[in-house]
């Protein structure tokens, strides 16, 4: 006769098989997801970085390095410390040439590291357009001075100033002067008259 099973020992078993049956959560495990130059881009001029984007976190043991044409390392970068899904390199000033990032990176799961190129080509940079120039304006309100011209008429001449009429003081002055002279002719002739009938009294 077979026995069947009793309900305690039947609770384990639908118990496993339920945990079978539920959805696990996902492993978060990080993918490269893109670049910043892309793979392959050819970019005019520097970039001032290189960012590589993951579709989870990673950890602080992630590296990206940029090399050039001939190998060398030109510049080293970690992860953002504003997003830990992604890894930013700030570059120097970037010669024309083609470039090389390397990539490792470790997820938060444990997973790692995993590793990934992409390469990308710098272009000269554009010339800058010069700015024209502007052409001087002449102001149509501005009218120009007249220069000083010659005058046909002559320049005037100064006219002598009339001398002051002789006053009363200088008619007594002219008088006290006359007046002597008048007198020496006098007494002058009366002494030759005296003179002269002497000599006529003589002869």
Known sequence: MLRRPSRRAQVPAVALALIFLLPQP????????????????????????VVVTFTEPITNQSTLELRDAGGTVVGTGGVDPSDATRLRLATPDLQPGA????????????????RATFAFTVAPAPAPTPSPTPSP????????????????????????????????????????????????????????????RRRSAGA
Do not use: C, K, N, Q
């Not at 996902?26 to 970085?49: N, Q, R």
């Open 99 to 114: 470039y090389e990032a390397r990539v490792v990176w470790f997820s938060t799961d444990g997973h790692g590291p995993d």
């Open 26 to 49: 996902a492993l978060a495990h990080a993918m490269l997801e893109s670049s910043a130059p892309t793979g392959g881009a050819t970019v005019e001029g520097s970039p001032s970085s």
């Open 137 to 196: 304006t002449v102001d149509a309100t501005a009218t120009p001075s007249a220069a000083p011209t010659e005058s046909g008429e002559p320049s005037p001449t100064l006219a002598p100033s009339p001398s002051p009429d002789p006053g009363p003081g200088d008619d007594a002055a002219a008088t006290d002067v006359v007046i002597p002279i008048v007198a020496a002719v006098i007494l002058l002739g009366a002494l030759g008259g005296y003179l002269l």
